[in-house]
């Protein structure tokens, strides 16, 4: 009996579960059809009730409860036996093998009466909200619908006063007693004017005969206007009336001389009708005058001066003709406006005619500036043409030497050595950071070279040398460009231990690009295994002294730095294995070995630039009178202000001159104030005992001290106005290439400030923030020199501006006031500052990393990462609370923290992925086309349930919303690829996201 127990159980907690399936079906029925259940009949919903109920046996239990519910259709125990028939017939007919055991359909389980209640609860709640907004609705329509009846039967009432008082002005004008509003005033005047007289006791009659005059009687007349007075029954009109008496009583003119003058109490009480007439005074006037008795009326004419018209009577006012006022106005108001619009029109005719002089007289002074500046550019072209054609082989000048190469190569090393320096020793980190130039002067060229000079027998004829030194490091690009421009020869300096770098090869294809010659100096030869140090001999002579180990080594590693020269498409051999082809070929690139340590080769390498200069180059090192000067650098120098390093090729600069200089403010012209040179074999950019000149010749690095000078622009070129030139011309042939260097110093309205102690340093710093930082990081003010309080201040701003991480000042290899310190600590600024270049950029990267690693895990909890995943059916571990399950990324990123939903089903809230397996280990992130296992946990509905509400037929989408989007745009966007972008556009359009 006890397995029968059980099974009895069994069968009620399946049949419960059904009910529970069925009940959310039958909810899922009714939401789909809440919507037409609005506006259709209700009989319509419980026919398709009835309809679900016959053509789904499963729901029969929940439908029956949910009709119970909303009183569609009765549910008792006692239901008819005809229906059970009924239902039985049915559910044999659609089950084959009968396995669905029969049961009551009357019966519902106490779950489905619990749900059934709490939708009926909920479908009444909701009828109740329907129909509290209706009965608003219906009320906000009454009072509108009040406010517009109110507000038509106003515009009738003034409708019907105004046709009113239009019909009355009709009739009157009819009548002919219509009056206008200048007539009324003028009879009111004269009426005023005659109860004066009276006043005054003036006798108005005949002095013959001493009869009274009787008043004209106009009883016909007033009659007819009591009349009319009585129809119309107005009050208005009836004191209308009393006043057109009281003027028209007035008597005429030619009686009041025939009738004596009465008492004045009797003139008081008569009424007088006629208007009165304007010849009256000048008709009785004179025997006004004549019959006067001595100051009678002295005071009248005040007393007529002192009487006001009484406009009281605003109701009169109403009375004129309105279509003639109307008329009266709009011609007045459009005479106006024809008058503003004459007047507008003179101004602006004489606007026009002004400024049109003023374009003719700017066009005619800009034709005159042309023709000038025509005239001076072909003075100074037959000029220029003229020294060149004076040029002469005997006459040379110094040849221009850049030397180039990879950092740490021995540049700068090599240059001491010749110069006996260590100008390498004194430079931050031992690395050149800026551009310099160093003039040889010929006696230190024939004492470098003269053991090597016993051999070869070569005479040097070239009064000097010059040599750029240009910095290695990768951001100076813009300084070895300026460099290998401005030379005649070059250098390319090879480590011989490492070969060709990446410095190497760019400095190599910029002397390719130019058509530059260059000599490649196989530097640090005496690394070599081994090596005996011969001091400052001829390569040549040191090699035969090294053991034969060490000449193999050499060998095998020139060999390769050969083999490399040839990847890039150079033949090149060692200098004094070349034969007189090889030298005639100028695609055949020498090799010196040197080492700038201890001096072996380096008097080779300056008497074969010597050769190279004077054998290939003489027709370019020919000296012309020419001016060609080139800025290489600007810095700021204690004592001295801004200062201009330049290099004279040819020509000559004075003291005195005005020299034309091009900034990002246009040309400036300033006068030479100084000229300065270090002493020969001294090096440019480094701070000595220079030497002041009145004159240098080309080719000369050269100094300059002049007012105006901070903006001048590094790479340029600078001109000297002479007597015979024009400014103009000078101006627009220094500023003709600007656009190119324009860019570099371009600035953004948000961004860092960037400050270096040389226009060079300050370019490469930019360069280095704009290309290669990822991203690009925006510079909104530059300058060059220390930082001072004022900068602090400048840069500030950025904290209001909501940018904190832009309030940053980059600081190369300048000093920093303490007043700029402490105010930089105020304001929330910071300084980053290095002598070395690459020290600052690591600074500030890394800030910047700290910086978007704060900011993203800030945005963690709002950023959501793309994906879609499949769950695999046969990898199911756990259904409920928390839910594992094996998945595959079908696309995009699933991440720990990824809700997940289903949209097919309504937008279901699986839950959020708490974590990742795969391989038995935990990861944070898997992507597209791995399978894993995720931890899902639903902290507001725990009871969801995989195989319930969901299956793997139902794939898993991250939920995405607009924060979201704009979380992962703002911080994440170098860690989504462009399908998982793609993949955002899709799932936009999935929760219809704006």
Wanted: with cysteine.
């Amino acid at each position: 009996m006890a397995p029968k127990k059980n099974k009895k159980k069994g069968k009620t907690q399946v049949a419960e579960d059904d009910d529970w399936d069925a009940l959310l079906q039958a909810e899922a029925v009714t939401n789909a059809s809440e919507a037409p259940a609005l506006v259709e009949d209700p009989r319509k919903e419980e026919d398709n009730l009835e309809s679900k109920e016959d053509k789904s046996p499963a729901v029969l239990d929940a439908a029956a409860a949910f009709l119970a519910a909303s009183g569609a259709a009765p549910v008792d125990a006692g239901d008819s036996s005809g229906a059970k028939k009924k239902r039985k017939k049915k559910k044999k007919g659609a089950g084959a093998g009968g396995d669905v055991a029969a049961k009551d359909d009357s019966k519902v389980s106490s779950k489905g009466k619990l749900i059934a209640e709490r939708l009926r609860v909920q479908r009444e709640e909701e009828e109740r909200i329907l129909a509290a907004e209706e009965a608003e609705r219906q009320r906000v329509a009454d009072l509108e619908a009040t406010e517009e009846a109110e507000r038509k039967r106003i515009e009738d009432e003034k409708d019907k006063k105004k046709r009113k008082k239009q019909e009355k002005i009709e009739r009157q004008k009819k009548e002919g007693t219509y009056m206008t509003k200048a007539q009324k005033q003028k009879a009111a005047f004269a009426q005023q004017r005659l109860e004066a007289m009276k006043a005054a006791g003036m006798v108005v009659g005949n002095k013959n005969t001493g009869e009274k005059k009787k008043k004209p009687v106009y009883g016909d007349r007033k009659k007819q206007r009591q009349k009319e007075e009585e129809e119309v029954g107005d009050d208005w009109e009836k004191e209308d009336d009393e006043i057109e008496a009281k003027e028209n009583a007035v008597p005429e003119p030619d009686t009041i001389k025939d009738v004596p003058a009465p008492e004045p109490d009797t003139i008081k009480d008569e009424p007088t009708h006629e208007p009165v007439n304007d010849e009256w005074d000048a008709d009785s006037g004179d025997d006004w005058d004549a019959d006067s008795d001595g100051g009678r009326f002295d005071d009248l004419e005040a007393k007529l001066e002192s009487i006001k018209i009484d406009d009281d009577d605003d109701d009169d006012d109403d009375e004129e003709d309105l279509i003639e006022k109307e008329k009266r106005v709009e011609v007045e108001r459009l005479r106006k406006l024809g008058l503003e619009r004459r007047e507008r029109d003179r101004i602006e005719a004489e606007k026009r005619e002004k400024l049109l002089d003023e374009q003719k007289e700017m066009k005619l002074q800009d034709q005159m500036k042309a023709q000038k500046r025509e005239e001076g550019k072909k003075k100074r072209e037959e000029q220029e043409k003229a020294n060149l054609a004076a040029r002469s082989r005997d006459d040379l000048r110094c040849p221009i030497a850049v030397i180039m190469g990879h950092v740490d190569t021995g540049k700068t090393k090599l240059l001491d050595k010749i110069r006996k320096t260590n100008v390498q020793g004194g430079e931050a980190g031992g690395i050149t950071q800026q551009i310099g130039a160093t003039f040889f002067e010929q006696k230190t060229l024939l004492g470098q070279t003269a053991k090597l000079r016993e051999s070869e027998a070569f005479e040097i004829t070239v009064p000097g040398m010059l040599v750029i030194d240009t910095p290695g490091h990768e951001s100076f690009t813009n300084l070895r460009s300026r460099g290998s421009s401005l030379c005649d020869v070059a250098i390319l300096v090879v480590d011989l231990m490492h070969g060709l770098e990446q410095q190497t090869i760019e400095s190599l294809n910029m002397l390719q690009k130019r058509g530059t010659p260059f000599v490649v100096a196989l530097n640090k030869i005496d690394r070599c295994y081994d090596w005996q140090v011969c001091p400052d001999t001829p390569i040549r002579d040191a090699l035969k002294k090294q053991p034969e180990g060490t000449v193999s080594e050499f060998r095998t590693r020139s060999a390769e730095v050969k083999l490399q020269l040839q990847e890039k498409g150079i033949n090149s051999n060692i200098y004094w294995e070349m034969g007189d082809d090889d030298w005639e070929n100028s695609d055949f690139v020498p090799l010196v070995p040197t080492s700038a340590i201890s001096g072996e080769g380096v008097q080779d390498i300056l008497l074969l630039l010597c050769q190279m200069a004077q054998r290939k180059l003489w027709r370019q090192i020919m000296w012309h009178a020419n001016l060609q000067c080139t800025v290489l650098e600007v810095k700021q120098i204690d004592g001295l202000g801004m200062t201009v390093d330049v290099l004279v090729v040819n020509g000559y600069l004075r003291e005195g001159d005005k020299a034309v200089f091009c900034t990002l403010d246009g040309p400036v012209v300033a006068e030479i104030r100084g000229l300065l040179t270090p002493p020969p074999s001294r090096e440019l950019r480094v701070k000595s005992e220079y030497i002041h000149h009145k004159e240098v010749k080309g080719a000369l690095g050269v100094k300059l001290i002049g007012n105006g000078l901070d903006k001048v622009m590094a790479g340029t070129s600078v001109l000297v106005i002479n007597n015979d030139d024009e400014e103009e011309d000078i101006k627009a042939e220094v500023m003709s290439d600007l656009t190119s260097i324009q860019n570099k110093l371009n600035t953004d309205k948000v961004g860092v400030m960037v400050q270096a102690s040389t226009l060079g340093a300050l370019e490469a710093l930019l360069q280095f923030l704009r290309e290669e930082t990822k991203p690009p990081i925006p510079v909104s003010a530059v300058g060059i020199g220390g930082i001072h309080k004022r900068d602090v201040t400048r840069i500030s701003i950025m904290n209001e501006k909501g940018k904190s991480e832009y309030a940053t000042i980059l600081a190369f290899d300048v000093d920093i006031s303490n007043e700029a310190r402490d105010h930089a600590k105020e304001m929330g600024v910071r300084i980053f500052t290095a002598d070395i270049i690459y020290h600052l950029f690591d600074q500030f990267t890394r800030f910047m990393e700290n910086l978007m690693e704060q900011r993203r895990q800030e945005a963690a909890a709002v950023a959501v990462f793309p994906s879609v995943v499949r769950i695999l059916p046969q990898h199911v571990f756990n259904q409920k609370d928390p839910i594992i399950v094996g998945v595959e990324i079908v696309e995009g990123i699933l991440k720990v923290g990824t809700p997940l939903c289903i949209p097919a089903l309504g937008g279901l809230h699986v839950g959020k992925v708490t974590s990742i397996e795969a391989n038995g280990k935990e990861q944070e992130t898997a992507r597209k086309g791995v399978s894993v296992a995720i931890r899902i946990v639903n902290e507001h509905n725990p009871t969801i349930t995989y195989g319930r509400q969901f299956d793997s037929t139902h794939s898993l989408y991250s939920t995405l919303t607009r924060a979201s989007i704009n979380a992962l745009k703002e911080n994440f966007k170098d860690k989504l690829e462009t399908d998982d972008w793609r993949l955002v556009v899709k799932l936009k359009k999935v929760f219809a996201i704006i």
